[in-house]
């Protein structure tokens, strides 16, 4: 009971239910986090598993459904390019993974994160890692994530037996389309599953018209297969994405590509007690991006055309075994990510230079984890430590550029673009085995973050920042620092019959984190190459990436009570504050307090929900950032669920049912100039529009 009704607002699917392969269930509750959707979940103390295809559908962007969990708020730099924002921070911060696979995005301002190779149909399950990642989860300053995708799973006999599991829906509000899913066959010895999807949308509607540059495409296809042989089981996992032209609002840009492929070889073996564990993994992305084909072409001598790509290349092997009364886990990784951006101007051949160029990022890592029971309390403790390196190549430039870039290029060739750092984490997590429905919960964790190569390698001012989207101009620094955090975290978990509560609260000391501080102390005055160029392209007071000091603060919580009848409510709280420790001011794009809460009226097969979704205004906004303050507002929603019939399900909604004009403060400022929002405005939300699923699996 406890399970099924915090699935209600927050659900995940009911795996069984729905037919789907079976995942692995064997985390504790206490580590793991829920999603405001309806269905049924299954989480943890350490865990918290959200599914697409049992939450409304409000976009095609998973990050939509990690943005309904304790903690969690969405990044919203277009319909494709959502980030995930997690307790504050966002960006390559937080260790996010889909099918359990870490690589480096290609787009430099992040138009490609993570989550987007993961489209919705193609998702069973986002497994959300509660308040910091496991070490053995790689590297990572905080949260975490896994987008795990659908598969046809191993049966428990010798003869093929078929399985499905597809999704088909639409929303009327941009025209949109999701479809997708994965068939396949499988005996107790091989399984083999074939996956598709296919997403495509116009320009979003709402109240004052059009949001011009949020039509979007993209394909995927691909496939999952395992061998359980006498050696020990083999899987291989093969995907292609092609994205296609889609609008991004807050950036100088629209994506008009990404052509990714991703190879992942799973090795498994048992030796007596011990489990063996190893994988190689692939994925290499290609982007192009431009400013004319998706938006008003600036003038011929304006235009650009950006290419991007990253190439990651990795392997992690692991062993587990019984040891010290617990169990023990010990396991070596790493991975080579490759970066190159070339901005073109297609109407001058002579006009290309390389701000990224060449820049090769080695890592090697090792971890010891053990998980069991310390003085009757579960434990978790883990180490690790990884070695990296990193160099960029010669910065390339056409005989059109200008002097003041060829004379930075010349620089940053001549200067050392090579380094390395040592990065450590250590994670100690406990939590009790629930008593009279209590289970207490507490984390302590150091972890570090290594600077990313925008933030070393920005040798030419432009509009880069890794997605922050926040208008500025950026330089790099070759000396920056890694990123030390000390993380507490305490909370319980409470489940009665009929009611449970979830409240955690968290304090995330940060040194060295780093940002954008003023370029000089002399604000305003141009008297630097730098600030030249950064003038001339329209910012006049650039920012250099540097570390700071930093502290997140805040708690969250997920709660619902199921009243006598057929009428429950589920709600979902966060409030975080983000601000800098060296001087007056907050941090960049931090969700403001928001409240989720739910009434659902519940009968066997079907269920209505009627939502609400309240938002403080920001006013704490970063002065350095330039950051605009937003207004507060609220959103209704109706959505219901009804299961036809054996793996049949039908979900429909309205979304935003009074047709208010909302503006999100995640979601960026509009800079395309077209459309019916105001340039230098934030992107509003959706207008009033209808959603329907059809879900069906076996
Ligand atoms: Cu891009």
Redesign the pocket.
């Known amino acids: 009971m406890f399970l099924k009704s915090i699935a209600l607002l927050l659900g995940g699917t009911s795996l069984a239910a729905l037919g789907a392969p079976a995942l692995a269930q064997d985390a504790d509750p206490a580590l793991q986090d829920v999603i405001i959707v309806t269905g049924s979940r299954v989480d943890n103390a350490t865990e918290l598993r959200v599914s697409p295809d049992a939450a409304p559908v409000f976009g095609n962007d998973v990050t939509l459904l990690t943005a309904r969990t304790p903690g969690g708020a969405r990044i919203g730099n277009g319909e494709l390019s959502g980030q995930m924002q997690y307790r504050g921070l966002f960006g390559e911060r937080l260790n996010l993974r889909v099918n359990g696979q870490r690589f480096a995005s290609g787009?430099?301002?992040l138009?490609d994160p993570v989550f987007h190779y993961a489209p919705a149909p193609l998702v069973q399950a986002v497994v959300i890692d509660r308040g910091v990642s496991p070490v053995s989860s790689g590297p990572g300053l905080a949260g975490g994530a896994d987008a795990v995708f659908k598969r046809v799973n191993y049966s428990d006999n010798e003869t093929p037996s078929f399985g499905y599991d597809f999704s088909l829906g639409g929303r009327s509000v941009n025209e949109s389309l999701a479809t997708g899913g994965v068939f396949g066959a499988s005996t107790q010895d091989w399984r083999l599953s074939l996956l598709g999807s296919w997403e495509e949308g116009d320009d979003t509607e709402f109240a004052d018209g059009t949001i011009a540059g949020t039509a979007f495409e993209r394909g995927v296809y691909g496939l999952s297969g395992g061998l359980r042989t006498d050696l020990g089981e083999i899987t291989l996992d093969l995907r292609r994405q092609n994205t296609g032209p889609s609008g991004n609002p807050p950036f100088p840009?629209d994506?008009i590509y990404f052509d990714t492929d991703f190879a992942r070889l799973g090795y498994t073996n048992t030796f007596g007690a011990a489990t063996f564990e190893a994988s190689l993994h692939y994925t290499d992305v290609a982007?192009l991006?431009n400013n004319f084909s998706q938006r008003p072409a600036p003038p011929a001598m304006r235009q650009r055309a950006?290419f991007?790509d990253a190439t990651t290349r990795g392997f992690d092997a692991s062993l587990a075994f019984s040891a010290f009364g617990g169990d023990l886990s010990i396991g070596l990784d790493g991975d080579v990510a490759e970066h190159n951006v070339t901005i073109t101007n297609p109407n001058n051949l002579g006009f290309f230079v390389t701000p990224f160029p060449q820049i090769e990022i080695d890592r090697s890592g090792g971890f010891v984890e053990w998980t069991g029971v310390m003085a009757g309390i579960n434990t978790e403790l883990g180490l690790r430590i990884d070695q990296n390196s990193f160099e960029a190549g010669d910065a390339i430039t056409g005989p059109a550029l200008p002097m003041g870039p060829l004379n930075l290029a010349a620089a940053f060739n001549d200067a050392d673009t090579s380094g390395e750092d040592t990065i450590l984490d250590a994670v100690a997590r406990i939590w009790t085995d629930p008593k009279n429905g209590l289970s207490w919960r507490a984390t302590l964790a150091h972890k570090q973050q290594m600077p990313g190569y925008i933030q070393r390698f920005g040798w030419l001012p432009i509009n880069a920042s890794g997605g922050l989207a926040d208008g500025n101009i950026y330089v790099g620094d070759l000396m920056l620092e890694p990123e030390t955090a000390l993380i507490a975290e305490a909370g319980f978990d409470y489940a009665s019959t009929n009611a449970y509560l979830r409240p955690t609260v968290f304090l995330r000391q940060i040194d060295d984190y780093i940002q954008g501080v003023p370029f000089d102390d002399t604000v305003g005055v141009i008297n630097s190459p730098v600030e030249m160029i950064a003038s001339m392209n329209g910012d006049p007071t650039p920012l250099r990436w540097a570390n700071v000091d930093a502290r997140l603060y805040g708690f969250d919580l997920d709660a619902g009570y199921d009243f006598d009848g057929p009428l429950r409510v589920d709600g979902v709280i966060n409030v975080v504050r983000g601000e800098r420790r060296d001087i007056v001011d907050n941090l960049y794009r931090v969700a403001p307090p928001n409240l989720t809460l739910g009434l659902t009226w519940e009968s066997a097969a079907w269920s209505i929900t009627l939502e609400g979704r309240a938002v403080a205004e920001q006013d704490k906004v970063s002065r350095t950032n330039s950051e605009i303050e937003t207004d507060a507002y609220a959103v209704v929603s109706l959505y219901g669920d009804w299961h036809v019939g054996d793996g049949v399900r039908l979900s429909a909604g309205v979304e935003n049912l009074f047709d208010e004009i909302y503006r999100d403060h995640l979601s960026g400022y509009n800079r395309n100039g077209f459309g019916d929002v105001p340039v230098g405005e934030r992107i509003p939300g959706a207008g009033r529009g209808l959603f329907l699923r059809l879900s069906f699996a076996n």
Do not use: F, K
Request: hydrophobic share 50%.
């Open positions: 787009g430099p301002n138009m840009m994506i982007h991006m950006t991007a």
